[in-house]
């Protein structure tokens, strides 16, 4: 619960705070030097933030938090939506707050984050790394949980007519889990595509501001400026696929075919999945029913 | 009927070679095809793609995605292949227990649809016949315009004949039945009623008399044979149901990830 109290305090003293509600969170990265720029204090400023939307906004459900390994490194691999990309963020949230050790994703993002002052450095700040393969082999080296969004910057950009239809999935990360031996986790988020329904991307405004987009939903661009930011409270679903070993020696990682069979694979895996949590899902704005918290139904 | 046998006289003779082994009725086809003609070229104008991977001779197994309880992708899957360079017959292997009335019944045999059964389906093949399948079954004719475009469960079990004769398998992705018959919502209790699997209830279904309550928005049509899979002639039982399940579930991510390709790409909705 997110409370009026809990803001005021974690504001005063952000690290106490999380020290205080978190300990094990807190132990686990509190001193800890970080080649990519992690930093708790930030983190902690601004987890009560997107703790509310995750509990009171969007009111997450997880399936199959277990899934996820507590120590040693995996990739999560999910579907990506919503303009701002919050389904990472919300995955984080759950990572640090209802897994049994909690621990940091740390997400692949564009290179266009990095382009813009200010925000760049509070990517890195809460634990996201520029995309490349070779940042991918060190946070595996490191044991980390490595988020992937295959689909990359146009799963974003997706059009609400468009919703949970999964783009071609790059097989990069399938390479990455062959070469270092890590496994595979499927992650599949209902709930992203409709926070913002995108109707079009203006092109040529898009090119002039420099932006991989330039969508119009019914608050972007007419509401006054943080008002077009704020998210419809739909509810979220998200389910965690049973992790994935695969089988192949290293040096299978070369094998474009090989890799790019598996990618598709895992890319039908979560599109089933997702074509399953609709037709489960009463309504957009209704909530998930309780008991589907914690139970983990994963094919 | 003489227009029919000009226009096909090739599939005509090609068809003459494949017995009526579940009565089909090559009048009944006639009858009915210059209503397939009009829908196929002028309604929905459907533009197929890759119509050759079928092969001129030989057994293969058509697998596809269909909504609704009117098998309007099978009666075009139909019409294309009889009015290709090389028009080839198609049995349409559907779920048709629940059909109660006989009439009903005997027009869809007459048309080519043949009761679903691994049997059926491993006899046609075996006589070097095409086999078309729509694995999602019963639960397809459920789908609601919510749901649109979004391919429920393939059952492998109707895959299983297919692997198990070694046959090729062609994926089939249809792109516009969803939008041209909008299901708003289906009326469960009617169709406990009626012992019907779905009633679902269209702007124009049930509302209006007979014919017209059947019609249909001109949505354009895209449908595509993808690249198709083949197995070696297995024998083993256990490897042949694994194949079969592996094979359901990459085939329902292929067609569905194959829509997804042309609704993205789809500038359109309406044919013109």
């Known amino acids: 619960m997110v409370t009026w109290k809990s803001i005021q305090t974690s504001l005063k003293d952000p690290l106490k705070a999380l020290e205080e509600r978190n300990p094990s969170y807190y132990a686990r990265y509190a001193g800890v030097e970080d080649e990519f720029g992690f930093n708790l204090e930030t983190f902690a400023k601004w987890e009560p933030v997107f703790r509310f939307c995750y509990e009171e906004h969007f009111k997450v459900r997880v399936r199959g938090i277990e899934n996820i390994p507590s120590d040693g490194s995996a990739l999560l691999i999910g579907n990506h939506s919503g303009l701002l990309p919050l389904d990472g963020a919300m995955i984080t949230i759950a990572m640090s707050n209802q897994h049994p050790a909690p621990r940091r994703v740390r997400y692949m993002i564009t290179d266009w984050f990095f382009t813009l002052p200010g925000i760049n450095e509070w990517m890195a700040e809460t634990g996201q790394v520029r995309a490349t393969l070779e940042n991918a082999r060190k946070l595996v080296d490191n044991d980390e949980l490595v988020g992937i969004y295959p689909e990359g910057l146009r799963g974003v950009g997706k059009t609400f007519k468009e919703r949970y239809r999964i783009l071609d999935f790059h097989p990069g990360f399938v390479q990455l889990a062959i070469e270092r031996q890590v496994p595979l986790i499927p992650v599949a988020t209902v709930g992203g595509d409709e926070i913002f329904p995108n109707f079009v991307n203006v092109k040529t405004f898009a090119q002039m501001l420099k932006m991989p987009f330039f969508p119009v939903t019914p608050a972007f661009p007419w509401l006054p400026f943080p008002l077009m930011f704020v998210p419809l409270p739909v509810k979220w679903m998200i389910n965690i696929h049973k992790p994935i070993k695969l089988d192949y020696p290293p040096e299978k990682a070369k094998d474009r075919k090989l890799c790019l069979k598996i990618a598709r694979e895992i890319q039908y895996d979560i599109q089933r999945d997702l074509n399953r949590l609709l037709k489960e899902r009463k309504s957009v704005f209704s909530a998930w029913t309780e008991d589907d918290n914690g139970r983990s139904e994963t094919p | ?272």
């Open chain 2, 1 to 272: 009927m003489k227009a029919f046998a000009t226009r096909h006289k090739q599939f005509i003779r090609n068809s003459h070679k494949s017995e009526d082994y579940f009565g089909f009725e090559l009048r009944t086809l006639a009858k009915l095809e210059p209503g397939l003609k009009f829908l196929y070229e002028d309604w929905w104008k459907v533009e197929f793609k890759n119509l050759d991977a079928i092969p001129n001779e030989g057994p293969a197994l058509i697998v596809g995605n269909s909504t609704g309880l009117v098998p309007w992708t099978a009666m075009m899957l139909i019409y294309a292949l009889m009015s290709r360079e090389n028009p080839r017959r198609v049995h349409v292997v559907c779920d048709m227990d629940w059909i109660e009335d006989e009439r009903v019944h005997h027009f869809l045999r007459e048309l080519g649809f043949v009761p679903w059964s691994s049997d059926n389906v491993k006899r046609l093949l075996a006589r070097g016949e095409i086999v078309a399948t729509f694995p999602e079954g019963i639960a397809s004719t459920q789908k609601t315009f919510s749901q649109r475009y979004r391919l429920g469960d393939f059952d492998w079990t109707r895959l299983l004949s297919g692997v198990e004769e070694g046959v090729k398998i062609i994926p089939l992705a249809t792109l516009g039945l969803d939008e041209a018959v909008p299901v708003l919502f289906n009326a469960d209790k009617i169709a406990k009623l009626l012992n019907m699997p779905a009633f679902p209830v269209t702007p124009f279904f049930p509302f209006y008399p007979f014919p017209v309550n059947l019609f249909s928005l001109p949505v354009k049509w895209k449908m595509a044979f993808l690249a198709p899979s083949q197995y070696k002639k297995e024998t083993n039982r256990d490897k042949v149901e694994e194949q079969a399940k592996a094979q359901a579930r990459y085939l329902e991510g292929e067609i569905q990830a194959e829509i997804n390709r042309m609704l993205r790409a789809r500038t359109h909705t309406f044919a013109r």
